[in-house]
């Protein structure tokens, strides 16, 4: 497909700037992720709310962009060769986006950085969001309390992690980078979405609590949390 006319979803989501990134998201911490990158490069584009309460990620046209219906997405007019790019998974976008910027990924800790980066998309992310599940949503009407347990437990481990992996640095691979990016709206989401920061063991760390401050005093992470707007 050569134009933007070509991907069903900008039927449902149509363009307000043809020629900047579309992107198609919600400003949960995987979403954020990605607003949060285009704010700090200055790539313009054009954000489109996928709202959940209306199932917009089940439609036929967010499928048809990203199958596994989970925001975000984007789709880039100018991707690679000039031809359009479709892309999903937070994590591909945010690889994408720094070669296109040439921005926080810096060569010298570029290994570094994609470590860490993979280390919130393995770890950080899914144990995360199960502890948000079994604390914060329907998971507490379980009474068995092992689930819940299991990634409390893990919760703290993958904490503890970094904790350490912080001493002496103000970043997670000494310049701020996609990684601190990736990690920074999960620690935001556990302890201020999910409330469950006490009960996995927040109040021992000496590091993160600080990360997490300087993360959120950054002027791009306080638009991207809300971005797109929920209306």
Do not use: C
Not at 35 to 57: C, I, K, R, W
Not at 92 to 117: D, H, T
Not at 178 to 207: C, V
């Amino acid at each position: 497909m050569s134009d933007l006319a070509d991907f069903p979803i900008t039927r449902r989501w149509p363009p307000r700037r043809p020629d900047a990134i579309q992107l198609y998201s919600l400003p949960t911490p995987n979403g954020i992720k990605v607003s949060l990158m285009l704010e700090e490069t200055g790539l313009p584009y054009d954000a489109h709310l996928v709202n959940f309460a209306s199932n917009d990620q089940f439609s036929p046209e967010f499928l048809s962009l990203n199958p596994n219906n989970k925001i975000p997405a984007i789709l880039d007019p100018q991707g690679p060769g000039g031809k359009p790019l479709a892309l999903f998974e937070s994590g591909a976008i945010l690889l994408y986006l720094a070669e296109k910027s040439g921005q926080f990924l810096p060569e010298a800790q570029r290994w570094e950085v994609i470590q860490w980066l993979m280390f919130q998309m393995g770890g950080i992310g899914p144990i995360f969001g199960q502890l948000g599940y079994f604390h914060h949503f329907a998971g507490k009407e379980i009474e068995d309390p092992r689930p819940k347990e299991r990634f409390r437990a893990e919760v703290e481990r993958l904490l503890k992690v970094l904790d350490g992996a912080l001493e002496g640095r103000d970043w997670i691979a000494g310049d701020y980078s996609i990684a601190d990016m990736a990690i920074g709206p999960w620690l935001r989401g556990l302890r201020d979405f999910y409330k469950a920061a006490d009960i996995a063991g927040w109040g021992s760390l000496k590091n993160v609590p600080l990360y997490l401050d300087r993360f959120l005093a950054r002027p791009a992470v306080q638009r991207a949390i809300n971005i797109p707007a929920r209306g």
